[in-house]
């Protein structure tokens, strides 16, 4: 058992002895889970020192030679070892380690969080008691399927994980802190019921209110006073009275990402909401929009601050089974074929659009929302987390739209950032890991799941009009090599800020003629 492994087994001994047998008998399965992630990098991300020589050999600088099973970028299974030198490991921050790749010791620690978390998970997920949204969303156990990070949550404690972690099925009690009104940056209508006076009432997490407020001189106005559910981004909740869901600040490393909630991306999120809801609609209406309604963020120091905001979405409703794609399991999907054609048809025909509009939307599993008809087939989409679009304000041009008031991160005209924001989290992580789930290892079954959407994506071209912008979008989904992001070369250590890349073999592109 590594040290964290073991400071996790300590203090789960202490606040939930009943778990702690559960959490050892997980811990296996978490690191093959992390393990498999971690193999996947290396043989495909462009890594210092080493250069993979297929799709099961990595060779090091110095000569030694790692090994393991064949993995096509798209799997989801599990690695219960890989082999360095010939000698075996089974836990990836150890084998990471050992492979002394330079800038690489943050890594090694977040895979170490990602294990201990991912068995904690485990430990503690219980079985889906309902078929509501917030039911699916707390049903997602492993997190992101590719990220070796998935369940990377330095700074939060074990206890912290069982109250706050969607996937231990909690409900969270959110603070009230009382800002004065005239010095908040406002976006869009805020609620009466969260003014008092002169004072905006900012729904606070309980963890930020805990490990970040002291530090500010700052203390909640009231505790406890709404209840929430998490959702899949934990720091996003559903009240239990209904209403708008909460999007808080949550200011610790998950994954790879700081969570909290910056000045920009308050001021963005109402007008990227009308832009986002007009498009889609100029895309035949079958792609909703999960709107911002308001935002708010508060001061330190006279500056906005990303450590004091909040943002309130609208909440999911559509007839049927709503679910986020991340949630999807296979017992759901009685012919896959069908079902994979049917979600495919939408995707494709509601992003495509949108990109030739002028907007590129991260549509990955966790953003991404899939509404479920009688038939258990997809009939509608949903998104939502709009701060990681991608807008170009040529395109919009083009059409006779007006670009919003938006941050210039957002704005880009090169169809390279465009493509690669769209189809690295479409076809890259949501339809590849939709086809491994299906799939199951067959690969002649994958193949043809594949093709179909390959199918879909050809007849979402063919009703798009032939310009040069649809004709590169065209080229680069069905191109030989497929953008995603690089998720262990952006946490080495000088790793450019922002998102770092890698070229994937396209499975798409060997099925663009068909």
Known sequence: MRRLEGEFAAELAL?????????????????AAVLGRLWRGLL??????LTATGPSRVLLADGRELT???????????????????RPYRHPAELLAALGLPGSARLVDDLDHSVASMALSRAGASPRPGDTVEDHEQSVVDGHPYHPGCRNRPGVSVAEQLAYMPEHRPTVALDLLALPLRECLVTGPWPASLVDGDRLLLPVHPWQTRHVLPALGLRPHATGVVRARPL???????????GPHLKTAFTTRMTSGIRDISPGSVRDCVPLSDLLTTLAAKCGGTLRIARYLAGAAGQVAGRHSADLSCMLREPTAEPGTVLPVAAVTRSMVSDPAAWLAAFARLALTDTLGLLALGVALEAHGQNLLVALGADGLPYRLVYRDLADVRISPARLARHG?????????LLSDDPAVLHAKLFGSLAGTTFGSLIALFGQGDRDAEDRLWEVVAAAARRAFAA??????????????????????????????????????????????AHSHA
């Open 15 to 31: 606040v939930r002895p009943d778990l702690s047998d559960r959490y050892t008998a997980a811990l296996p399965g978490a690191r």
């Open 68 to 86: 393991g099973p064949e993995r096509r970028p798209y799997d989801l299974r599990e690695e219960p070892e890989l082999r360095l030198a010939g």
């Open 464 to 509: 798009l009009p032939d310009t040069p912008d649809v004709r590169a979008a065209r080229g680069a989904l069905f191109g030989a090599r497929l953008m995603v992001k690089a998720h262990l070369v952006a946490r080495l250590d000088g790793a450019p800020p922002g998102d770092s890349w890698t070229g994937l073999p396209n499975y798409l592109g």
């Open 44 to 49: 495909y991300e462009p890594l210092p020192r």
């Open 401 to 409: 739209i007006e670009v919003p008031p938006v941050s210039p991160r």
């Open 232 to 242: 899949m981004s934990v720091r996003t909740l559903a009240p239990l009275d209904g």
